[in-house]
């Protein structure tokens, strides 16, 4: 048969242009499971191709997809409040029938999952939404799958799984694959730490009438992953449980993520500053006074990630002020979309928080 579309990311296979999506050498078009050039130095050499052409039109390539199909749509537990931006009944003009928040393995504690829960929960009624189910999984370790895995046995309709890029997709459709017994003739969806891996539908026949979808996860702009150097997103996209590290602040000071975000104490009691990112991420603490120069001079040096040569080394630190005074007892995180977030403890707290022009800032009630 012929291959038309790469099994792995879904993309239009192509033999013309080494330098385009979907590139397959002449001489392996037409064999069943064979990559594109991009799946195959990801999946074998962990090499990441970017390409020049950008946006490759997902929003028109999802139009009408959802017609007649279970929409099952995943969200990121670490970049919450990015992924669930990502509504389908804007984007698909569908509802979903299922929420299932991922990433669960990275909770320092399963103790925390009810709480994440009522969150989600309550932001989704904000938005008009009342899934008939929400669940909170880890693809990649298999935690809280196997009521998934009896739903998704007992469909009646195709299924198609949609979400913000690098909500974790493709693994869950893998993982999910596994646990149901499909494993060697199953396709080998592409998997990847970059934004952007999937770039086209892929079907996935599930039963004799029945096919799950995975799909290309729209890039929201707002999220500070889009804009890293694959070196940069190896060091922000945490792998393992988070472990949170806790800095006491005066006012006056000032705590930097790396030389992606920086984080001015401007009034309020002395607090905790909780740091919820990954390990890869250097945070170092200095005087207020002390932050413009280092914001000039030493992010991508001192201050990593970034790295030296970066892209986003020359777009300005943007600043949003953040206020808050807490009821007894409350905590709020300042989430920075896709680098993590940061709980403060005190009842009260005046910021500057310093992003990149466009990286998202979020005010909410803490989640641990
Ligand atoms: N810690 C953790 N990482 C996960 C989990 N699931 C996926 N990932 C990681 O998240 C990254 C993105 O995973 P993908 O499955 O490629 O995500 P996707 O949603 O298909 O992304 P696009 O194809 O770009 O839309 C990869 O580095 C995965 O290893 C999970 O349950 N826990
Ligand atoms: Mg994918």
Request: contains cysteine.
């Amino acid at each position: 048969m012929h291959a038309e579309v790469c099994p792995g990311c879904g993309a239009i296979l192509q033999s013309d242009d080494p330098n385009k999506i979907g590139y397959i050498p002449k001489a392996f078009h037409g064999s069943e499971d064979a990559l594109c050039l991009r799946c195959y130095k990801l999946v074998h050499y962990g090499e990441v191709i970017t390409y020049e052409q950008g946006d490759p039109s997902f929003r028109s390539m999802l139009e009408g997809v959802a017609i007649g199909k279970i929409v099952f749509w995943l969200i990121d537990l670490f970049n919450l409040e990015t992924s669930l931006n990502m509504h389908p009944r804007r984007l698909l003009g569908e509802d979903s029938s299922y929420v299932i928040v991922n990433k669960g393995d990275l909770l320092p504690d399963p103790r925390h999952i009810p709480r994440i829960l009522d969150y989600v929960e309550k932001r989704l009624r904000e938005q008009g939404s009342e899934p008939e189910g929400l669940f909170l999984i880890s693809a990649s370790t298999g935690l809280g799958m196997e009521p998934l895995t009896r739903l998704f046995q007992s469909l009646d309709r195709d299924g198609l799984i949609f979400g913000a890029t690098n909500v974790g997709k493709s693994t869950f459709l893998s993982r999910l694959l596994t646990m149901l017994g499909q494993t060697p003739d199953s396709p080998r969806l592409t998997t990847a730490y970059v934004p952007g891996t999937t770039l086209g539908l892929i079907k996935i026949a599930f039963s004799e009438k029945l096919s799950l979808w995975d799909s290309p996860g729209l890039v929201l702009n707002d999220d500070l992953t889009t804009r890293l150097s694959p070196r940069a997103l190896k060091a922000v996209i945490p792998r393992r449980k988070l472990k949170p590290h806790t800095y006491q602040l005066h006012p006056g000071q000032t705590l930097f993520l790396g030389g992606l975000a920086r984080i001015d104490f401007l009034e309020g009691p002395l607090q905790s500053f909780v740091v919820y990112a990954s390990e890869g991420i250097r945070i170092h603490r200095t005087k207020q006074v002390r932050a413009d120069y280092l914001t000039d001079h030493e992010r991508g040096k001192l201050l990593v990630p970034p790295y030296p040569g970066e892209k986003i080394l020359s777009v300005p630190f943007v600043r949003t002020t953040l206020a808050w005074r807490n009821q007894r007892g409350e905590k709020k995180d300042v989430a920075i979309h896709g680098l993590g977030w940061v709980t403060l403890t005190g009842a009260h707290a005046v910021l500057d928080v310093y992003t990149p022009e466009g990286v998202g800032v979020s005010l909410r009630p803490a989640l641990i």
